[in-house]
């Protein structure tokens, strides 16, 4: 674990041998594209061999088409998980949808050396008062 304090050194990611930038390159419209007409291409396929009858070379059409979509939709999702990481490197956000503090948060507005010693000691003497307590007056 790094210390919060100390920042992180980290390198741009790189694509074709520069920076990379994340208006360049394919989005996330494009890759749903590619992921529901690849879906379209999984059922047709099999369905026109079997069930409809259809000319082999059509179905052999449509597995070759499905395989390079394969192949383009890889590269696609590959380029995108790039593009995440090089968004990370400004650091970690907070969740859009998120109430509760993260974790970062916690650590961050965790007491530090003494400070927590003496808070563990005294979160250590409630429990031990509590339990030494008579049943009755236990909360």
Known sequence: ???????RKTQPV????EPLEAARGPGLGCFWFQMALLAVLIVLTPLSAMAWDWPIWLTGV?????LLLLL?????MIFLLRIV?????EGRRRPLASTTPTVGELEDGAPSG????DAGQAAGEAVA???SAPPGMRQ
Do not use: I, W
């Open 85 to 89: 990481a090089a968004g990370r490197d």
């Open 14 to 17: 790189e694509y074709k041998g």
């Open 114 to 117: 003494a400070e927590a010693d």
């Open 1 to 7: 674990m790094t210390s919060p304090h100390t920042p």
């Open 129 to 131: 008062d509590a339990r």
């Open 62 to 66: 449509l597995f070759v088409a499905m």
């Open 72 to 76: 383009l939709s890889g590269q696609t």
